[in-house]
Nanobody, 125 residues
Framework: QVQLVESGGGLVQAGGSLRLSCAAS????????MGWFRQAPGKEREFVAA????????YYADSVKGRFTISRDNAKNRVYLQMNSLKPEDTAVYYC??????????????????WGQGTQVTVSS
């Protein structure tokens, strides 16, 4: 079982940066594939980025590629999402998610078993 708690959201102007953090509990954190999703008002939850359990590979949605970076520190049981060049359309609640180790990239919310409570990111124009 993994429990996830996000932090680092806030209000930022377009072009600015934020760094989200996800703290995970559980002794086997380093065996979990981690992802970030987001959900804007009136829209479905969408995939943002994922990182393999070993940290050796990352995958991004086209909408954030080149602007966002996902990383993890297994020693600290944390996953991060560095968000640069933010746009108003990045405004959403951002969620951290975890699933047991897998062999491909997982981009659907139903493929993740554990979720945090979310953190609000608002980008003003």
């Amino acid at each position: 079982q993994v429990q996830l708690v996000e932090s680092g959201g806030g209000l930022v102007q377009a072009g600015g940066s934020l760094r989200l953090s996800c703290a995970a509990s559980g002794r086997t954190f380093n065996s979990y594939h981690m992802g970030w999703f987001r959900q804007a008002p009136g829209k479905e939850r969408e995939f943002v980025a994922a990182i393999r359990w070993s940290g050796g590979g990352t995958y991004y949605a086209d909408s954030v590629k080149g602007r966002f970076t996902i990383s993890r520190d297994n020693a600290k049981n944390r996953v991060y999402l560095q968000m640069n060049s933010l746009k108003p359309e990045d405004t959403a609640v951002y969620y951290c998610a975890a699933r047991a180790y897998g062999i491909r990239w997982y981009t659907l919310s139903g493929e993740y078993a554990y979720w945090g409570q979310g953190t609000q990111v608002t980008v003003s124009s």
